[in-house]
């Protein structure tokens, strides 16, 4: 009987830190807005960037632009294993072709200001590219780490400057990016070396000789820090310390 009681202490006390720990690892940030109520509260524009008709307009149709929009990190300087992206964007107003495209980076802590279509160089970035200068087209998503290109992927099936609202939904997970543009999957890459940083989102777009309107709305993020083992679980393995101590004495 003793025995039994024992065992039963201690799975109850191998099952109490996990359950603690995992608890304490749920601390997540999310973000979610529409600009319908004008510059929101946590976010700061750069450049020529601003809310317009409830919509962040990262660039109007002029020539030779840099803009930039970013959110205050959610989760205290904390490390984020895992984050999610979900946005609207437009690009209109063409001339000379169009250029340059939008981009939205998970930069590193403190990384923020305005970007290109390639995002900043810190950090993951995802870049809607419109415009060919020296890459595989002038209709493609990037994927960037630190500035080093991993990704440049043609889009066939729509033109992501054609004035349509295009809907982009991005997901990391340990270093795993995916990318899907209007519900349909376009690329998933394992980055190599990547480790766990603190940061934030921000978004970037350019004009340059050729330009567009480039607009982003209803933007979710979420993001996950990585664990950390709490006080209570500190606890309760002190407790399964002294509880095996006790059974191996017996
Ligand atoms: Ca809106
Ligand atoms: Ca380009």
New binding site residues.
């Given amino acids: 009987m003793m025995d039994y009681l024992m065992n039963k202490l201690q799975n109850i006390l191998i099952a109490l830190p996990l359950s603690v720990a995992f608890t304490s690892s749920a601390i997540a940030g999310l973000i979610s807005e529409?600009?319908?109520s004008g510059s929101p509260a946590g976010v700061s524009f750069y450049g020529p960037s601003s809310v317009v008709n409830?919509?962040a307009q990262l660039t109007p149709s002029s020539n030779s632009l840099l803009g930039g929009m970013s959110f205050t990190d959610q989760d205290n300087g904390q490390l984020i294993e895992a984050w999610d992206a979900n946005f609207d964007f437009r690009i209109d107003q063409n001339n000379g072709g169009g250029a340059d495209g939008i981009s939205l980076t998970f930069s590193r802590l403190g990384d923020v200001g305005p970007a290109s279509e390639e995002g900043l160089f810190s950090g993951l970035a995802i870049g809607f590219d419109t415009w060919k200068n020296g890459e595989v087209s002038g209709n493609h998503i990037s994927l960037r780490y630190d500035g080093v290109s991993l990704v440049e992927q043609h889009i066939s099936t729509t033109i992501l400057e054609n004035g349509a609202v295009h809907n982009t939904s991005i997901s990391m997970i340990d270093g795993l990016v995916s990318v899907s543009l209007d519900g349909a999957s376009i690329f998933t890459h394992d980055v190599a070396n990547w480790a766990a940083y603190s940061g934030q989102f921000n978004f970037g777009a350019r004009t340059g000789g050729a330009r567009s309107r480039q607009v982003v709305?209803?933007f979710i993020g979420s993001t996950v820090a990585v664990p950390e083992p709490s006080m209570v679980a500190v606890f309760g393995l002190a407790l399964f310390g002294l509880a095996r101590r006790k059974i191996v004495k017996k």
């Fill in positions: 529409d600009f319908n409830q919509e709305d209803n």
